[in-house]
Structures are given as C-alpha cells and as structure tokens.
Nanobody
C-alpha cells in the first residue's frame, strides 16, 4: 500500500524559505495517472490545496500561492519536495503531502486517497 511521510524543519524564520520533503513508499511517484500534492491547514481553518506534481512531472499551483511555490521531485529517491518562499506567520500550518489518482477534483483535499501524517511548521522569529 502507498504510504507518504513528510519531513523538514518545524520552525522557519519570516522571509525565509519553507522546505519540506515527502517520501513515498509502496508505489512510484511516476505511476500513471497519479497526482502528488501538498495541502496545509492553518490553526482553526480548513484544508488548503497548495499545488501538485503529476506522474509526468508537470506541476500546477494554487493561484494565490503560485508566485512563492515550487514543487519538485527526485524519482530516484521516490520523493517530492515543497519550497514556499518569503514566508510570514500566516504560513504557519500543519503541512500534508497527499495523492490521488486522476486529474478530476485535484484542488479538493477531500478527494485525496493517500495522506501523510502531517507535520507542523511554525513561522516565527
């Protein structure tokens, strides 16, 4: 079965870049037709889709975050990575990696099948 696990620093200073890695086991991130996303949940708020990297390597980001977001992958390690630049305290959230098959409803976190456990990231000086 597919398992995902987030890793990275839990504390990031304002104006710096938030970097997280999702390690995938039990399935390849290049398998047709799976999409691999980053999703976050700020305190007291709902889930927010950040962006995906598709099985093909194509990426797409939430318009509200596109200017600050980069998702990449290392297929040899079966990992994909989130970089969110110029962070502020408003970026404080639990960050999840997640996956679903097919393109439909990619922006809806409730449609994702596989999830990591989530990792808390706090932006503070």
């Amino acid at each position: 079965q597919v398992q995902l696990q987030e890793s990275g620093p839990g504390l990031v200073k304002p104006s710096q870049t938030l970097s997280l890695t999702c390690t995938v086991s039990g399935g390849s991130i290049t398998t047709n037709y799976y999409y691999w996303s980053w999703i976050r949940q700020p305190p007291g708020k709902g889930l927010e889709w950040i962006g995906y990297i598709a099985y093909s390597g194509n990426t797409y980001y939430s318009p509200s975050l596109k200017s600050r977001t980069s998702i990449s992958r290392d297929t040899s390690k079966n990992q994909f990575t989130l970089q969110l630049s110029s962070v502020t305290p408003e970026d404080t959230a639990v960050y999840y990696c997640a996956s679903k098959k097919y393109y439909s409803d990619y922006v809806n976190p409730l449609k994702y099948t596989y999830w990591g456990q989530g990792t808390q990231v706090t932006v503070s000086s």
